[in-house]
Every structure is written in C-alpha cells, then in structure tokens.
C-alpha cells in the first residue's frame, strides 16, 4: 500500500510552494488564485537511513523505499462545494485520497494577495472546512432517501441506515466527521466522504514564527485536537537545493530537527496509523507500509495476494540485531532469527523472510 495525501487550502496560501519543496518539483506558484487548476501529484520516496545500511550489508544497490504521494489540489474558496472556483472538480480530486494536510497561511506578507482583505487563520480554517462539510453533506442527502428505502426492505440494512442518519445529523449541525472516529465509518466507506479522512493541519509561518512558540500554540488551540504542524515553505524551499549536510545546518540555524517532508510523513503515519517492515537480499532491499497491528500473513499480502493466501510462517530478526551480527548467518548463529506464525502482530524493525505455499 503506499500513503496518498491531499494538500489543501485558500489560494495564495503556499500550496505549491511547499509541494513543490516536498516532491523536488517545479510547478507554478504563482501570486493570483487558481495557478493551479489540475491536481499536480508527486511521488516522494520515504526517507530510512536502515536501508542504504541494507544495501551495504546485502552488496545490493536495489533499494526500494516506501513512498507518499502528495497531491496539490487547487485552492478552494467560499462556495466551492456549489461549484465556485471549478469547487466541484477541485472536491472530486480529494475523495481517492487517505488524508488531507489542510494548509493554513499564517504569514504576514503584503505582496502576497488574499482571497479576502486580510486573513485570520481562523476564519481560513472554517471557510475550508465549511465546503468540505458541505460537499459531504450533499452526497448524503443524494443518497439517504434511497438507501432508507432499500433498508425498510431489507432489514439486515438498518445499522447502516442509522450510521447514514448519525453522519447526517454531525453534517447537519457543521461538524466535520474527522471529530467523532467511533462512527461506523467502515459501513459507508463507498462514499469516501471528505471529512472522513484524517487531517493534519499545516500552518505556513514565516521565519520568525518557526521559534514563536506562543503563536504556535495559539494556533494549536485553533484546531485541537487534530495534529498541527509548523512549517515555514520558504525555508522548505531552499532546503530542496541544498545537500543533506548543508540542510541539516540550515535547519538547526532556525531551531528545528526535521525538515517539513520528514514532520508531515511521520504526523500522517502516526495519523493513520501505519508503519513500514522491511525485506532484504541480494536482489533488493525494501520498505513495505502496513497498518500498525498488521499480522505476519497480512503483510505478506502487501507483497503477493498468494503470499498471505499460502502463508506458512515468517522468518524475523531485529534490524538492530541483524546490523550488530554483521550477516544474516552471524544472527542465525546468535540465535537472533525466530520463526513467527499467523497471529505474529509485525513490529517497525522487522527484518522479514516469508515462507508459502500456493498449491495450483
């Protein structure tokens, strides 16, 4: 499986600037709304310094790192769920993603224009919110009259229905479905509702605001209790350009650890609750995403469908382990590899072999 997440936003927010400085890309970000009118989508590899030390140790230079798709969806505005700004188009482009990183400009800036005179976070974060509540809450309205007479026919429907109703009356009251995860959000998961997804909220600072630590939290208290994230795109941009030394002191200049890539990465796997294991040999050496709790068997399948379907055990060593003895032979000879059944529950440092058998 490989993450795809949606960024979102007023326009002249920093969208693109920050894909841009995400993916290493050059698409236009441009001082005027709407720069962008067709989702721009980059594929970005998952930074892990574990595989290159694979790489070394299997004398493979096949490396195949676990990656997240970023898509640059057009600036919404107020209205965009009835089609303002081409809202509907720009809507449909969200639905096949797994999260939304909704972009909030919290820079002061006068040749930057804004949808309106001046922009208040706050106000921002609403008026997005609002069109995707709106546009969730006409697909249930096209679909609940129908599907509660199907369930009045079919009586085994019912807890759907009420699931349709309950998601209704959140809509209804200009809820985003984001704030109650206990709904039973896999019974209408056919509808890939917007507010459904996760969200990660991805305020754009400048400079100084990165070492602003009031602001960020008044920000913070904006959104609780979803995830916040401060970023400053400018910085991210130059970044890009520099070697992971120079970056790395540039970072450090400006107080932080991680660049914005690695911080959006780890809040969306942490957000959605999703990990990675890896495989090595002499052939390649790979990160594979699984959801946090995956069994042995279920991230064979992430494989080969056939990997699950004939699984017989998994053969695991610790990555720690696996690089201390030096060998796949030296861990097997420190009685460092264990043979795991089904109900194995697959751990971040696994290093995995799988066994199957797939009768024709």
């Not at 008026?127 to 079919?154: C, G, H, M, S």
């Not at 998601?167 to 704030?179: A, F, M, Q, S, Y």
């Not at 602001?215 to 959104?223: D, I, M, S, T, W």
Request: charged share 20%.
């Amino acid at each position: 499986m490989s993450l795809s997440i949606a960024i979102v936003g007023l326009p002249n927010v920093g969208k693109s600037t920050l894909f841009n400085a995400l993916t290493g890309s050059n698409i236009l970000a441009a001082n005027y709304p709407f720069a962008t009118i067709e989702p721009n989508t980059g594929i970005v590899p998952l930074p892990d310094e574990r595989l290159a030390k694979l790489g070394e140790l299997y004398h493979t230079d096949k490396i195949v790192p676990a990656t997240v798709t970023f898509v640059d969806i057009a600036g919404l505005v107020a209205g965009a769920s009835e089609g303002e700004g081409l809202g509907n188009q720009f809507l449909a482009h969200i639905r096949t993603t797994d999260a939304i990183v909704q972009v909030v400009r919290a820079f002061d800036d006068p040749n930057v224009t804004h949808v309106d005179t001046a922009h208040d976070p706050a106000k921002d974060i609403g008026v997005i919110n609002t069109e995707l509540i709106l546009a969730d809450l006409q697909t249930i309205n096209n679909r609940l009259p129908k599907f509660a007479k199907e369930a009045r026919a079919n009586p085994k429907l019912k807890p759907v229905l009420d699931v349709y109703e309950q998601v209704h009356t959140i809509l209804d009251k200009g809820e985003p479905l984001w704030n109650y995860p206990d709904i039973g959000r896999e019974l209408i998961a056919d509808l890939q509702l917007l507010t459904m997804k996760p969200v990660i909220y991805l305020f754009n600072l400048d400079e100084d605001g990165l070492a602003d630590t009031a602001r960020q939290e008044k920000l913070r208290g904006l959104v609780a209790p979803a995830r916040a994230l401060f970023i400053c795109a400018k910085l991210e941009s130059e970044l890009k350009d520099l070697d992971a030394g120079d970056a790395a002191e540039l970072l450090e200049s400006y107080g932080q650890r991680e660049s914005g890539l690695l911080q959006l990465i780890h809040s969306a796997y942490d957000t959605l609750g999703l990990q990675s294991y890896l495989t090595a040999g002499e052939k390649e050496v790979r990160a594979w995403t699984i959801p946090q709790g995956a069994t042995a068997p279920q991230a064979a399948g992430v494989i080969h469908g056939d990997f699950e379907r004939g699984f017989i055990a998994a053969e695991i060593v610790s990555y720690q382990d696996l690089m201390t003895a030096g060998s796949l032979a030296g861990a097997r000879s420190a009685g460092q590899i264990r043979t795991e059944g089904k109900t194995y529950v697959m751990q971040a440092e696994d290093v995995v072999e799988f066994r199957f058998n797939v009768s024709k």
